[in-house]
């Protein structure tokens, strides 16, 4: 069943929420704004929990415990992540638009998303080894192909 399609955000049980992250690893990287401009801007620098092959995070269900300022999606606040990639599932939905066509649900696996660049996989450095994050600012995070 494809309850993405049935059924609205608000509407989704808790593993149906859970199921529409595609593990892409782009709301792990960190971000920079602007002060003058508010203009958002990705690096390549990583959360020290995400694994750079496989997009996920390795502590995902007590990742607070490792990093008190990770984000959850929820439907209280997806309104205000503006942040999140385009390319993003909960943010497709919000923004009444359909999952893309390479998303795991669709496809079946990680693999497609991989093949067309849309996650971090093999593209990121931890967050711990970079000095400067203005030294890792990249514009592939915000590649979207539908």
């Not at 990287?29 to 990705?42: F, G, P, R, S």
């Not at 998303?113 to 080894?129: A, F, L, P, V, W």
């Amino acid at each position: 069943m494809e309850f993405w399609k049935e059924k609205t955000l608000a509407q989704m049980n808790t593993s149906e929420w859970e199921s529409l992250c595609d593990g892409c690893g782009k709301c792990c990287l960190n971000k920079i704004i602007d002060d003058d401009t508010e203009e958002l801007y990705y690096t390549n620098a990583a959360c020290k929990l995400l694994d750079s092959h496989e997009g996920h995070c390795t502590h995902y269900s007590n990742r607070f415990d490792f990093v008190p300022s990770c984000t959850q999606v929820t439907m209280d606040n997806i309104a205000e992540l503006t942040w999140l990639p385009d390319s993003c599932a909960y943010r497709r939905l919000y923004l009444g638009k359909s999952l893309p066509s390479w998303h795991p649900l669709i496809t079946g696996s990680k693999t497609q998303m991989h093949q067309n660049g849309m996650s971090t996989q093999d593209k990121i450095i931890c967050e711990t080894r970079v000095k400067y994050l203005e030294d890792h600012i990249v514009i592939w995070p915000m590649r979207n192909l539908d």
